[in-house]
């Protein structure tokens, strides 16, 4: 069976039209030329799709499920051009990133509000996910690019990161704790106090974790949260000390909360990652120049800066973040 997309387009047109003549103004052809478009499809599928007479065109019983089908496929496949197109705009179309839940609720926002003044016509949606989740996303193609934050950087085959900023582990009280009398935390002076963090969720542990072992502070009391709220309400009622990210681009602490930076400094880094060997769609490489030109704009107008750009091939992920218990 030898049957061409044009035949199906102009059966198609004239079974919607119920008019050779219409459907023929819509392909810029003559009217025969859409009879004998239409008698060669009926040849090459042995049906006999219409009753002609010289006044009315009419589906027949064939012609009509043919046209129910076969118009339905042709919407689909002229809706998927039509949103292809659009996504190679740069401008339009739909653009889905992964985000870990702390930042989908801190600078997650703030770039998406930075990418809708330049792009309104561009839709970003953003799936809250692990951290895990966030990086097997990527990974599987399911979203176009990830939003996550790390303590260190492994090269990989498999993903490339570009750095967005970094973040200086802080040691999180209440303002009448003994700790807030210093203007920094040597880590050593946690160990008298239970620890209340972020979970592997959000990144943190893996900043966390060594921190933790090079200062003998890993047979305290430790426990982890999922939300920068969650932690900041513990210390208020005084269950213990924070030790969370903070600047500018992480959520606020509490009002009656203080915090101070903790030495050696300690760092957690946030990235944009992509699939390393897959490029990005003209309209997603558009948003993830606009997430990161965010950050420089927060610069200039914040006392805090975040590092300098960069980038490198990273962490090999699936051996590390994914897999960790």
């Known amino acids: 069976m030898n049957v ?31 009879s004998r478009c ?23 019983n064939a012609g009509a499920s043919l046209e129910r089908r076969i118009g339905r496929l042709l919407d689909e496949i002229e809706l998927t051009l039509l949103e292809e197109r659009a996504a190679n705009d740069g401008r339009t179309g739909v653009v889905l990133v992964a985000s870990n839940p702390v930042l989908s609720s801190s600078w997650v926002p703030q770039a998406l509000a930075h990418c809708a003044s330049v792009y309104p016509q561009l839709v970003v949606s953003v799936r809250d996910q692990s951290q895990s989740g966030v990086l097997a996303s990527v990974e599987h193609g399911e979203v176009d690019f990830g939003v996550v934050s790390v303590g260190h950087a492994i090269d990989s085959d498999l993903l490339h990161a570009q750095v967005l900023f970094s973040t200086p582990l802080h040691a999180v009280m209440p303002a009448a704790h003994p700790l807030a009398r210093h203007d920094s935390i040597d880590w050593r ?23 933790l072992v090079s200062h003998e502070l890993k047979r305290g009391p430790l426990q982890e949260l999922g939300h920068v709220a969650a932690v900041a309400r513990m210390v208020e ?20 909360l203080v915090s101070r930076p903790l030495v050696p400094r300690t760092t957690l880094t946030t990235v944009l990652v992509q ?17 990161f030109a965010s950050t420089n704009e927060r610069a200039h107008s914040d006392a805090s800066t975040p590092c300098p750009a960069r980038t ?14």
């Open 275 to 291: 699939r390393r060997k897959r490029s990005l769609r003209p309209n997603a490489t558009a948003v993830w120049a606009q997430f």
């Open 237 to 256: 009622l005084g269950l213990g000390v924070g030790v969370l990210p903070v600047d500018a681009y992480w959520p606020a602490l509490g009002a009656g």
């Open 189 to 211: 002076g946690l160990r008298a106090w239970p620890l209340l963090t972020l979970n592997a969720d959000t990144g943190v542990r893996a900043a966390l974790e060594p921190a």
């Open 312 to 325: 490198f091939d990273w962490p090999s992920v699936a051996r590390t973040l994914l897999h960790e218990p």
């Open 4 to 34: 061409s997309l044009q035949q199906l387009k102009v059966f198609v047109a004239v079974a919607r039209e119920r008019s050779f003549t219409r459907a023929a103004r819509q392909f810029d052809l003559t009217q025969s030329a859409v």
């Open 38 to 60: 239409i008698r060669e499809l009926e040849e090459a599928v042995d049906l006999k799709l219409f009753d002609r007479t010289t006044r009315h065109v009419e589906l027949t």
